[in-house]
């Protein structure tokens, strides 16, 4: 009576993870990243990409850090209407959807006195943080992957993400040093980097 008692309930635990392994499949299609309002992410679409928390600079915008080309990518100093928008191109070509933990390319749209793509790319180490800047540059590599980010939702829940740099979509095969983007405030200018503190953003659709 024992055992069989053992052998039912064994069996109904095999069937409750039976089911839940159909209902959790792994889908080829991961969750859509949201905007501020809760609407999923387009491509080719115009965002605005701003701080989750309060205090932690404005939108984020072309940062020319130096008199010189190339510009940078990092965040106006306060929270208000000035900053660019971005474009985001997914890898998948079928993907119509900005999608979590798939790789994409990122533009601002905007024109500046340089003349080169506003691509966003992992760019040099900082000296002196020893964190990697993104800069507005094409990644002439055969396979461009530092041109490629992915959005991760971010721990605390909302519609509020990270924005992360380890392109195994584009090559699956590669061994990525992976970031995650935070602010890098360098002569009072906000800057992004990999490597250290992590800035939480949401992403607010461009109404204009
Ligand atoms: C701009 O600043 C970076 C970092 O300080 C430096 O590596 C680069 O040489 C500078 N470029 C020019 C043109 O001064
Ligand atoms: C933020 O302030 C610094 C220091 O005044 C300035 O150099 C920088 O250009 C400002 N950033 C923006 C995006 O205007």
């Known amino acids: 009576m024992k055992m069989i008692g053992l052998i039912g309930s064994l069996g109904s635990i095999w069937l409750v993870l039976a089911i839940s392994a159909v209902v959790a499949q792994p889908s080829s299609s991961p969750s859509p990243v949201?905007?501020?309002?809760?609407?999923?992410?387009?491509?080719?679409v115009e965002y605005y990409i701003n701080p989750a928390i309060t205090d932690n600079g404005g939108r984020f915008t072309l940062?020319?850090?130096?008199?010189?080309?190339?510009?940078?990518v990092g965040q106006e100093n306060v929270s208000g209407p000035e900053g660019f928008p971005v474009i985001f191109t997914p890898f998948a070509e079928e993907d119509t959807l900005i999608r979590e933990n798939r790789d994409f390319r990122i533009a601002f749209s905007a024109f500046t006195i340089c003349v080169q793509s506003n691509a966003?790319?992992?760019?040099?180490?900082?000296?002196e943080t020893e964190r990697r800047l993104i800069?507005?540059?094409?990644?002439?590599?055969?396979?461009?992957t530092r041109n490629y980010f992915r959005i991760v939702k971010a721990a605390v829940g909302g519609n509020i993400y990270e924005i992360s740099w380890c392109p195994t979509d584009v090559c699956p095969t590669c061994k990525f040093n992976c970031g995650t983007a935070g602010g890098l405030v360098?002569?009072?200018?906000?800057?992004?980097?990999?490597?250290?503190?992590?800035?939480?953003?949401?992403?607010?659709?461009?109404?204009a």
């Open 63 to 72: 940062i020319n850090r130096n008199d010189s080309c190339p510009f940078y």
């Open 34 to 44: 949201l905007d501020s309002e809760g609407r999923p992410l387009e491509r080719g």
């Open 120 to 127: 966003w790319m992992v760019g040099e180490t900082d000296p």
């Open 135 to 144: 800069v507005i540059r094409q990644d002439k590599s055969e396979l461009s």
């Open 186 to 207: 360098e002569n009072g200018k906000r800057l992004l980097a990999l490597d250290g503190s992590v800035l939480p953003v949401t992403f607010e659709r461009n109404a």
